[in-house]
Each structure stands twice: as structure tokens, then as C-alpha cells.
């Protein structure tokens, strides 16, 4: 029996760090691979509390969702402006597009997620656990999971994360899926390779 393998990260090995702009500060979560300045995917937390713009991330392809607060109005290049104002309401867009952020009520927390484009694809989602929640094996496939409120267990490998943890499920070759369990919100990204064009 092959397992999956789960890594633990704790908000004391987030990293805090400035825009790239200047603009404001980000949490990041992790980056992968870690510590690359050319990575090909990053996950990190933004905290807004002023209206303003966008860095700009050439190559990369972005996708946010607001985790906390009134909510904000995104104006993505020459599109129409696009609002956030519930909870885990989700926007993608291209890195090198010129975006200006207008708070709607107030500061907002927002989670964001960034892929080398050609390289990697993402899927982010929101999700409830009342109970079991199954990982199923996928080649070359990786979850991250961050705990917004509540608890999580994982059943094997045995591990226990708390409100603001992070979890990194590998398959690799593992043949078992990976069991959830708790009660809480998570926000998910399933991480895979871009198919050839």
C-alpha cells in the first residue's frame, strides 16, 4: 500500500513580504519549487486596505478569491469592472494585465493563487468538511489545503492541522486515497501539469 505524502506548514513559516509594486503587503503561503524566483506556482494571502493597483506579473496566470471582509471591485485591463462581494467568490485573469482594486466596505482579505502559464494549471475552490472528504490518487497532481476556520485530520499519514494551516498532498505514485476528516471551511487548489498544446 502506497501512501500520499502530506507536508504541515504552520503561519510561523509564512513568509510576509511586500508587493512587488510597492502597493501593500502579502503573506505567502508557499511557492513552488521553494524559493525560486521563477516559480511555477505560488499561493499567498493579501490583506487590502486601500484602493490601488495591481503588480504586475507577466507570464503568469492569477486567480483570487476573497476570504474576508466587504468585498472589492476589480477593473482587469479593458474589461467590465468585476465585483467580489461574497465570500469566496472567485475571479481569474492574466498577470500582465494592469488591474486597479476599489474596496467596496472596508479592508478585505483575499487568497490568491499564481501559475506559470504553459507550465501548470490550477483549480481553486471553497469547501465545507462536516465529515469524510476524499483525495483520490492522480499522477502528477498536488492539493494544497488551507484550513480557514476549524479542524482537519488526515487519516494516513497522520496529520492534524488547525484554522490558518496549510496541507500539501503529493501523490506521486501513492495508490490510497487520502481521507479527510473535521468540521470547518478549506479553500483548495488542485495543482497539475498543462496538458501539451
Same mark, same amino acid.
Given at each position: 500500500?502506497?501512501?500520499?505524502? !502530506?507536508? %504541515?506548514? %504552520?503561519?510561523?513559516?509564512?513568509?510576509?513580504? $511586500?508587493? *512587488?509594486?510597492?502597493?501593500?503587503?502579502?503573506?505567502?503561503?508557499?511557492?513552488? /519549487?521553494?524559493?525560486?524566483?521563477?516559480?511555477?506556482?505560488?499561493?499567498?494571502?493579501?490583506?487590502?486596505?486601500?484602493?490601488?493597483?495591481?503588480?504586475?506579473? /507577466?507570464?503568469?496566470?492569477?486567480?483570487?478569491?476573497?476570504?474576508?471582509?466587504?468585498?472589492?471591485?476589480?477593473?482587469?485591463?479593458?474589461?467590465?469592472?468585476?465585483?467580489?462581494?461574497?465570500?469566496?467568490? *472567485?475571479?481569474?485573469?492574466?498577470?500582465? $494585465?494592469?488591474?486597479?482594486?476599489?474596496?467596496?466596505?472596508?479592508?478585505?482579505?483575499?487568497? &490568491? @493563487?499564481?501559475?506559470?502559464?504553459?507550465? !501548470?494549471?490550477?483549480?481553486?475552490?471553497?469547501?465545507?468538511?462536516?465529515?469524510?472528504?476524499?483525495?483520490?490518487?492522480? $499522477?502528477?497532481?498536488?492539493?494544497?489545503?488551507?484550513? @480557514? &476556520?476549524? %479542524?482537519?485530520?488526515? *487519516?494516513?499519514?497522520?496529520?492534524?492541522?488547525?484554522?490558518?494551516?496549510?496541507?500539501? !498532498?503529493?501523490? &506521486?505514485?501513492?495508490?490510497?486515497?487520502? !481521507?479527510? &476528516?473535521?468540521?470547518?471551511?478549506?479553500?483548495?487548489?488542485?495543482? *497539475? /501539469?498543462?496538458?501539451? $498544446?
Amino acid at each position: 500500500m502506497s501512501l500520499a505524502s !502530506v507536508r %504541515h506548514l %504552520h503561519p510561523a513559516s509564512y513568509r510576509r513580504m $511586500a508587493w *512587488k509594486n510597492g502597493g501593500g503587503i502579502t503573506t505567502e503561503l508557499v511557492r513552488s /519549487p521553494a524559493d525560486a524566483e521563477n516559480y511555477d506556482w505560488r499561493v499567498s494571502i493579501a490583506d487590502i486596505a486601500q484602493d490601488g493597483d495591481f503588480s504586475i506579473f /507577466p507570464g503568469i496566470d492569477r486567480q483570487l478569491m476573497l476570504l474576508e471582509g466587504g468585498g472589492i471591485e476589480l477593473v482587469i485591463g479593458t474589461d467590465e469592472p468585476t465585483r467580489l462581494e461574497q465570500r469566496f467568490r *472567485k475571479v481569474a485573469f492574466p498577470g500582465e $494585465a494592469p488591474v486597479n482594486c476599489y474596496l467596496l466596505d472596508g479592508p478585505t482579505r483575499d487568497f &490568491n @493563487v499564481m501559475c506559470r502559464r504553459g507550465a !501548470v494549471d490550477a483549480e481553486l475552490l471553497a469547501r465545507t468538511i462536516v465529515g469524510p472528504m476524499l483525495l483520490f490518487p492522480a $499522477a502528477d497532481t498536488t492539493w494544497l489545503l488551507y484550513v @480557514v &476556520n476549524g %479542524h482537519v485530520q488526515v *487519516k494516513a499519514p497522520a496529520v492534524a492541522a488547525e484554522a490558518g494551516d496549510t496541507l500539501i !498532498v503529493t501523490f &506521486n505514485d501513492a495508490t490510497q486515497p487520502v !481521507v479527510l &476528516n473535521g468540521a470547518g471551511e478549506l479553500v483548495l487548489v488542485r495543482f *497539475k /501539469p498543462t496538458p501539451p $498544446a
